[in-house]
């Protein structure tokens, strides 16, 4: 048992390390996808709840495997939200995870997050509760969850200080999965 919690965590670790450059890599071949309405946030967002524990197979769009985990594509969940994809983790575990860098700095980022905490807030309701973090850059992450469900939504904006790169550059990210993501690292 103890084996497991240690190979989930070492998972998190590994799904923070390589957020940025997986989804800049295999987000390269996204198609451009119009925003969608606060309503139909809500509508996908519950879907997205609902199918996280048959792997967000109602999600899954083109495929691309790499030796750590397998990649779909997949449509925005929320208005300003970018390079949406389904992970497989070679563990077996799965996320829906949404990246976007801000053009516009940190004034930008923190107006996303703000934008897509509120819209959170309002479709998922009282049942769940929401905790906010100040990342180690100086960013924050919200993580809402619900006693009676394995999955949690995480909502955060940061300052990417170790790009692939060495561009320094304000981030908002959304990820929905299982509850070992609250173990990651904030960046």
Same mark, same amino acid.
């Given at each position: ?13 590994? =799904? ?16 451009? %996808? ?11 967002? %519950? ?16 495929l691309t495997t ?13 208005? /300003? ?9 070679? /563990? ?8 976007? %860098?801000?053009?516009k700095g940190e004034?930008? =980022?923190? =107006?996303?997050?703000?934008? =897509? ?18 990342? %180690? ?11 009676? !469900? ?14 692939w790169k060495a !561009?320094? /550059?304000?981030?908002?990210? !959304?990820?929905?999965?299982?509850? /070992?993501?609250?173990?990651?690292? !904030?960046?």
């Open positions: 048992m103890k084996k497991i919690i240690i190979l989930k965590q070492a998972h998190t670790v590994v =799904a923070v390390c390589l957020s940025t450059v997986l989804l800049s890599a295999c987000g390269t071949n996204a198609v451009k %996808q119009e925003p969608v309405s606060e309503t139909e946030s809500c509508t996908r967002l %519950q879907g997205l709840i609902n199918d996280h524990p048959n792997q967000f197979n109602n999600y899954k769009k083109s790499t030796k750590k985990l397998n990649v779909w594509t997949a449509d925005s969940v929320l208005p /300003s939200a970018k390079q949406c994809q389904v992970w497989e983790w070679s /563990s077996g575990l799965h996320s829906y995870a949404c990246e976007w %860098q801000v053009e004034s930008q =980022a923190i =107006a996303n997050y703000e934008e =897509a905490a509120k819209v959170i807030q309002n479709c998922l309701g009282n049942a769940w509760t929401a905790e906010t973090n100040t990342t %180690q850059s100086g960013g924050k992450r919200t993580v809402y969850s619900n006693p009676s !469900l394995p999955t949690i939504v995480s909502i955060r904006y940061f300052e990417d200080t170790a790009g !561009l320094h /550059s304000w981030n908002n990210t !959304l990820i929905i999965g299982d509850r /070992s993501n609250l173990n990651t690292p !904030l960046q």
